[in-house]
């Protein structure tokens, strides 16, 4: 049987309040970049306070605060800023906290823009960051000495490895670091890191929490001086904001957040299941199934994990190429199901490939398990895996040499 998730009862009213927004069920989208005053007493007085003041889009707009509101309540943050991508807040809170001669310590099999991000322009920077396996507490502990963040993904991009928060989180205090996790997987539904003494949190609102796959946006939860400092230093400056329309849509899709995560949570373990018991299968990558959640700060999880064939890279091809349901494309959390092969990762091009970087083997198969029927789901992915079972693969193989 699967076990339930547990979701904080206050979450689906969250959800669906629009605080201080009255009028129209659905608060209207502020699509304005500028706001007018009648008097130069009461532009002077909007100046005075810009955070309370709408003036420029870029700065204050209530329509994206009402996102940003809304998020932070989830996460039981101070205060939250959001972005015009996930990367737009990673990056923001990253060069907002940061300055050369700084050191950032970064968990291994962190999202691979992160890790580009780290390795490229930061390094240009003169901003140094250290990889260290998050699973080993002890490592960490030493690379931390001196750090002025600690960069935190859990489970991890790719590889799904679980991390312990409240410890890491110890460390990091210990050592004078900010904590920093990029919460994306999870959603707030699963975990809110805040809880487990984590100073920051950011997501890929493109993900869950938008859950439709029609919008790309960022935020960054957590303590008020850290958000002030963000805003202050690189908000404003590199500018990468969320639009009003992307807010609403955002707005729009969390109000069946909590729902739509009982789902993924369902249908992603009923399927990764079945997959572990499958023989073309070799190894399945999903944090729910050794552990349950009991000693984990999960409450659940979410629909995303990956397989390894048995078959090797081939295989992975020829798999990805037999699914018609689960579609192939980048990208998770929307309605959809999808699959991502690890060889087209491997592939890309850059000064240091995150694939190359972590080993992650070319035989991998991320899934993102979406809301249509399990069963549909699951006669798509055995139908799909009869087409590249280690016996066909032989033969092939076999038919293949000319002698
Ligand atoms: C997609 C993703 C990001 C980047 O978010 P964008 O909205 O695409 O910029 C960051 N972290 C994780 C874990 C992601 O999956």
């Given at each position: ?40 007493d ?5 100046f ?21 509101t ?6 039981r ?20 906290l940061?300055?050369t ?6 968990v ?16 240009r ?6 990889f ?11 690379a931390?000495?001196?750090?002025k ?5 859990s489970?991890?991009?790719i ?23 990029d ?8 975990q ?23 919008t ?23 500018g ?33 299941a079945?997959l ?99 069963e549909?789901?699951?006669?798509d ?16 193989t ?6």
């Amino acid at each position: 049987m699967i076990p339930d998730p547990v979701i904080p009862d206050d979450f689906a009213t969250i959800v669906v309040d629009d605080t201080g927004m009255s009028g129209p069920a659905v608060p209207p989208i502020v699509q304005t970049s500028l706001f007018t005053f009648d008097s130069v007493d009461a532009f002077e007085a909007a100046f005075r306070a810009p955070e309370r003041n709408p003036i420029y889009t870029r700065g204050l707009n209530p329509t994206v605060r009402n996102f940003e509101t809304k998020l932070a309540r989830l996460e039981r943050a101070d205060d939250a800023r959001s972005f015009a991508s996930g990367m737009g807040a990673i990056s923001a809170t990253l060069l907002g906290l940061l300055e050369t001669g700084d050191k950032v310590v970064c968990v291994r099999n962190v999202y691979p823009d992160t890790y580009r991000l780290m390795t490229g322009l930061m390094s240009r920077m003169g901003i140094e960051a250290v990889f260290v396996e998050g699973t080993d507490l002890d490592a960490v502990r030493v690379a931390a000495a001196g750090a002025k963040i600690l960069y935190l993904e859990s489970p991890t991009s790719i590889t799904f490895d679980v991390l312990d928060l409240p410890a890491l989180s110890a460390i990091a205090r210990e050592a004078g670091a900010i904590s920093v996790i990029d919460n994306s997987w999870a959603s707030p539904a699963f975990q809110r890191p805040i809880e487990h003494g984590v100073d920051l949190v950011i997501h890929s609102a493109s993900k869950y929490l938008s859950g439709h796959s029609d919008t790309v946006a960022g935020i960054v939860c957590g303590r008020a001086d850290l958000i002030a400092e963000i805003n202050r230093v690189a908000y404003g400056s590199l500018g990468a904001k969320l639009s009003p329309f992307d807010a609403w849509l955002l707005v729009r899709g969390m109000r069946t957040l909590p729902m739509r995560m009982r789902q993924h949570h369902r249908s992603g373990l009923t399927i990764a299941a079945r997959l572990a018991d499958h023989p073309a299968v070799s190894d399945v990558r999903h944090p729910g199934l050794e552990t349950g959640t009991g000693d984990t700060t999960l409450s659940g999880h979410s629909g995303l994990f990956a397989i390894r064939m048995r078959g090797g890279a081939p295989a992975a091809r020829r798999f990805c190429d037999a699914l018609k349901v689960v579609r192939l494309g980048v990208s998770w959390g929307g309605h959809e199901s999808l699959a991502f092969p690890a060889q087209l990762g491997l592939i890309q091009p850059g000064m240091t490939n995150p694939f190359e970087a972590f080993g992650v083997p070319d035989d991998l198969v991320r899934l993102h398990i979406g809301l249509e029927d399990v069963e549909d789901l699951w006669r798509d992915i055995d139908a799909a895996l009869a087409r590249c079972d280690p016996q066909e693969e032989q033969e092939d193989t076999n038919m293949g040499v000319t002698t």
